[in-house]
């Protein structure tokens, strides 16, 4: 039986090797090093135009949805702020359209931090922008602080880590709207949506931490065993 296609998400960026500055395809190897590890082949999408996504779609086994900058708050009708990053609009361009077009087919995905906004907003769904105005306190965005999440013990997401995690995962914006067909799954003890679901879909999972990071890897596991089915 052959191993799974998994496609990872990447940025498109300058990059050095050598005496070389080029720009070049970019992805953290620890995503590629999890489905290898639970047994699928990583495949690095570069984000470049939309017209053969769908075309990607079909060729691939699953899909995640990777980290990264902030998504471009303009698409989710917010407005930018003096902290807002500079948007990065070919990778939110064609990350929306890859994601509507799994969605639609039925695609296992599993979409890590950047990539649970991208799935939300492709969904419809908004982002609030800047969690610490929101919530009045910065421990979300708080470089190496764990924290406790409590998931729903009958979610997908559940089944395949338990009913808590001990998770690091800084991060500025955070789901407000769920987008259409999604479900909060995952909540931070100040309610902040931490995990959503897709409901009805062979396995669509969004993390609002980095599981690809842990030595835990059943997430990764969950999504390559769904591409079997």
Not at 18 to 36: D, F, I, K, N, Q
Not at 69 to 84: I, N
Not at 131 to 151: F, K, M, N, W, Y
Request: proline share 6%.
């Amino acid at each position: 039986m052959s191993r799974p296609l998994i496609g990872i998400t990447a940025y498109l960026e300058a990059a050095r090797w050598g005496t070389w500055v080029r720009e070049a395809v970019l992805s953290p190897p620890a995503y590629a090093r999890a489905v290898e590890k639970a047994g699928g082949v990583p495949v690095l999408l570069p984000p470049l135009g939309i017209a053969g996504v769908d075309d990607c779609v079909r060729g691939l086994s699953g899909l995640i949805l990777a980290g990264g900058a902030e998504l471009d708050p303009t698409l989710y009708g917010a407005a930018r702020d003096d902290r807002s990053e500079e948007p990065q609009p070919h990778r939110d361009r064609f990350e929306l359209a890859l994601a509507r077009a799994a969605v639609a087919a039925d695609l296992p995905l599993l979409a890590v931090a950047r990539g649970m906004h991208v799935l939300n907003v492709a969904q419809g769904g908004s982002l609030i922008p800047d969690l610490p105005a929101v919530v009045d306190h910065d421990r979300h965005e708080e470089s190496g602080r764990a924290h406790t999440i409590q998931i729903s013990v009958s979610s997908k997401l559940g089944k395949a880590v338990g009913d808590h995690a001990e998770v690091t995962a800084p991060h500025r914006q955070a789901v407000k709207r769920l987008g259409t067909g999604l479900l909060a799954v995952a909540w931070a003890d100040d309610q902040i949506v931490e995990g959503v679901e897709l409901q009805g879909h062979r396995f669509g999972v969004g993390v609002q931490w980095h599981p690809e990071r842990e030595s835990d890897n059943r997430l990764v596991e969950a999504l390559v065993e769904a591409c079997a089915h």
